[in-house]
Every structure is written in C-alpha cells, then in structure tokens.
C-alpha cells in the first residue's frame, strides 16, 4: 500500500457536517489528481508578493490612495445598493396575514410558528414580518418550494437577508440559474450541499 500523509484538523461542533463533507470531496481530489496539478494549486495559494516597483506602477495606475472622505463615499454608496436590493427582494412580500390567508390556515400565527421552525423565511420590515414570494409554490408540499426547510436549516447561522438574497441569487455552481429555480427543479440534495458550504463560512 502506497505511504499516506494524515493531517489533523479542529473543527467546530457547529460546521462538523458541512466541514466533513467538504473534507471528503478534498480527499477524493487529491487520491485522483495529478501530482503537477497538485503542485499547481499549492503554488497558487501561496501570498502573493509585490515589488516596490510593481506597488509603485499600481498605485500610478489606480491614482492617489483613498481618503477618509472618499472611503465614506464608497461606503455609504455600498449601504444604498444593499437597501436597493432589499427593497427589491421584499417586493410583493406578503404580511403574516396574507400567507394565512393564502396557504388556508386558520390562524396568522401559523406563518410565525413556521418561521420559528425554519419551514418559511421571513424578514422584520418596519417592525412587521413579510414572507418574500418567491418561496411559495402550488405545486410543493403545503403550498412551500419543496427543499426550503431543508435549506434554511443548512444556512441557520446567517442572517434572513443573506438567506433571501443568496436563494434568489443566479448560481454559477447551478449554471446560472438561483437556488430556489433549482429546488423547484427538485434538486434539494444539491442546494443543500451548497447551503452548508456557504455557511460555513
């Protein structure tokens, strides 16, 4: 048998599973890869060094560093974009009331419980809870995108936000199409493999 390296690592309690999967897609890729493809990728992540002359052209290139003003430009520019595309997400977003209403249940403390349980996402909007469309579909099991429970378990450390806006966000992984098209597609395994690599981090 050829000789091995074994390498130990701590990970935390709360990333276990999305780290060893994550672990043993590695360690498929290094038992099957090449050993230049290998040296390529170590290579790779090495830091990068800058000369005095190649710092010096960059920032001839770029112009005068960025002043306390100029950051506070680009900063307050960044905070515009990020409620833009919150206005956008909750647009059409339906009230506790609305998803009772909607889904047939009796009581509007329902779409609170499901929130709770992480069946439905739901986002604080001037003090009220909205219920972004996008997550209901007639054709899933209770009237909700078949896999969302699944998924919002996978990403229950970050925020409901980030939640919405990494669902309804076009996925290169997925060729372009977001995570919630391919839940209706029925690929939760996948969206959900994902999900618990982006939390991890």
């Known amino acids: 048998m050829s000789r091995t390296i074994n390498k130990k690592i701590e990970i935390p309690v709360s990333k276990k599973a ?77 009230s506790p009331a609305e998803v009772a209403q909607l889904l047939g249940w009796k009581s509007p403390q329902t779409p609170h419980d499901w929130a709770k349980n992480n069946q439905l996402l739901a986002i604080k909007d001037n003090g009220i809870l909205k219920f972004p469309l996008a997550q209901f579909d007639p054709n899933g099991s209770d009237g909700v995108v078949n896999g969302l429970h699944e998924v919002l ?10 939640k919405l806006n990494w669902l309804m966000l076009p996925n290169a ?19 959900v493999i994902e999900a618990r690599a982006i939390a991890v981090y």
């Open 18 to 94: 999305a780290a060893e999967a994550i672990i043993q897609h590695l360690a498929t890729l290094f038992v099957n890869a090449e050993k230049e493809h290998l040296e390529s990728i170590a290579r790779s992540l090495e830091p990068v060094r800058i000369s005095e002359v190649e710092a010096q052209l960059a920032q001839e290139i770029a112009g005068a560093d960025y002043t306390p003003e100029k950051m506070w430009h680009l900063e307050l520019a960044n905070l515009q974009k990020y409620y833009q595309r919150r206005l956008e997400l909750l647009s059409g977003a339906l």
């Open 153 to 162: 378990e996978a990403l229950d450390n970050i925020s409901a936000f980030s």
């Open 173 to 191: 992984i997925f060729e372009g199409l977001t995570p919630l098209e391919m839940l209706k597609k029925g690929e939760v395994e996948k969206v």
